[in-house]
């Protein structure tokens, strides 16, 4: 299934083509779909400058700046949608460029609706995994997730430790509290936890809160508050400034910038 609010750019400087490929999608979208059109690739690139566009379907050949130029120009962009090229000859050399550049498909006109609609309907699914990827991305520790991978390796008391903070994340987890509860001198434990993970037990606490609320923010409508006290910060504030100095940007910046 194909979530809604997509917003779709046909671009081909063909009247005929461009407004029968439009026509084909507004009847197919329902509504869904935002359906947008361009009629040359200088006007197509200000738009996508402009807006978020989520997939471009180009002719491959127009003057000026052709639907290759437009994904080159795209290319290296932070939000860059997926690409459906058309073109009305079967040049190899063309369809070897547009594959180099993450074009999903390559369409020769004239374009058969029934063609066009499952290469849209693919090519928004191939949209929909890039962009949970992207999401998952901007989710991940990487110095959280290397601790994970090599955590089989740890010694049994820095395990106990480990893995008593991921069940008590709610609590308060002091590194006298975890040293005691693992029958380990505070200052030992504190040794033996940065030597084996490459962080002291203070920031490991951080980071693993910061992880779970960055899942809260991106999975959840639940407030600040709720975040705040679901990762075991006794205040919002105090969280809100953790959670900048890991980050960069507050909790509410951060959630609007991943939806």
């Given at each position: 299934?194909?979530?809604?609010?997509?917003?779709?750019?046909?671009?081909?400087?063909?009247?005929?083509?461009?407004?029968?490929?439009?026509?084909?999608?507004?009847?197919?979208?329902?509504?869904?779909?935002?359906?947008?059109?361009?009629?040359?690739?200088?006007?197509?690139?200000?738009?996508?400058?402009?807006?978020?566009?989520?997939?471009?379907?180009?002719?491959?050949?127009?003057p000026e700046v052709s639907g290759l130029?437009?994904?080159?120009?795209?290319?290296?962009?932070?939000?860059?949608?997926?690409?459906?090229?058309?073109?009305?000859?079967?040049?190899?050399?063309?369809?070897?460029?547009?594959?180099?550049?993450?074009?999903?498909?390559?369409?020769?006109?004239?374009?058969?609706?029934?063609?066009?609609?499952?290469?849209?309907?693919?090519?928004?699914?191939?949209?929909?995994?890039?962009?949970?990827?992207?999401?998952?991305?901007?989710?991940?520790?990487?110095?959280?997730?290397?601790?994970?991978?090599?955590?089989?390796?740890?010694?049994?008391?820095?395990?106990?430790?480990?893995?008593?903070?991921?069940?008590?994340?709610?609590?308060?987890?002091?590194?006298?509290?975890?040293?005691?509860?693992?029958?380990?001198?505070?200052?030992?434990?504190?040794?033996?936890?940065?030597?084996?993970?490459?962080?002291?037990?203070?920031?490991?606490?951080?980071?693993?809160?910061?992880?779970?609320?960055?899942?809260?923010?991106?999975?959840?409508?639940?407030?600040?508050?709720?975040?705040?006290?679901?990762?075991?910060?006794?205040?919002?504030?105090?969280?809100?400034?953790?959670?900048k100095d890991y980050e960069g940007i507050s909790p509410?910046?951060?959630?609007?910038?991943?939806?």
């Amino acid at each position: 299934m194909i979530p809604s609010g997509k917003t779709i750019l046909v671009v081909d400087d063909e009247p005929l083509t461009r407004e029968g490929i439009r026509k084909s999608l507004e009847s197919w979208s329902a509504g869904r779909h935002q359906i947008l059109s361009s009629s040359n690739g200088t006007e197509a690139l200000e738009l996508l400058k402009s807006r978020l566009v989520h997939l471009l379907i180009t002719d491959i050949r127009m003057p000026e700046v052709s639907g290759l130029q437009v994904v080159e120009a795209i290319h290296s962009t932070l939000h860059k949608p997926v690409v459906i090229i058309i073109s009305g000859h079967p040049d190899f050399q063309y369809a070897q460029s547009a594959i180099q550049l993450g074009v999903v498909n390559y369409l020769l006109k004239p374009v058969q609706k029934s063609k066009l609609l499952e290469a849209v309907e693919q090519a928004l699914r191939i949209e929909e995994e890039r962009g949970r990827v992207e999401a998952m991305e901007k989710i991940v520790d990487s110095r959280l997730m290397q601790a994970k991978m090599e955590a089989n390796h740890y010694s049994p008391p820095v395990q106990q430790a480990v893995a008593y903070v991921e069940e008590h994340l709610k609590e308060p987890l002091g590194m006298r509290e975890i040293a005691n509860q693992i029958h380990l001198n505070p200052s030992y434990f504190s040794a033996l936890f940065k030597e084996q993970t490459g962080m002291t037990f203070s920031e490991y606490v951080s980071r693993i809160r910061i992880q779970k609320a960055k899942e809260l923010l991106l999975q959840t409508r639940l407030t600040i508050a709720d975040i705040s006290e679901q990762v075991g910060y006794q205040t919002p504030k105090y969280f809100i400034k953790i959670f900048k100095d890991y980050e960069g940007i507050s909790p509410n910046q951060y959630r609007k910038q991943v939806d």
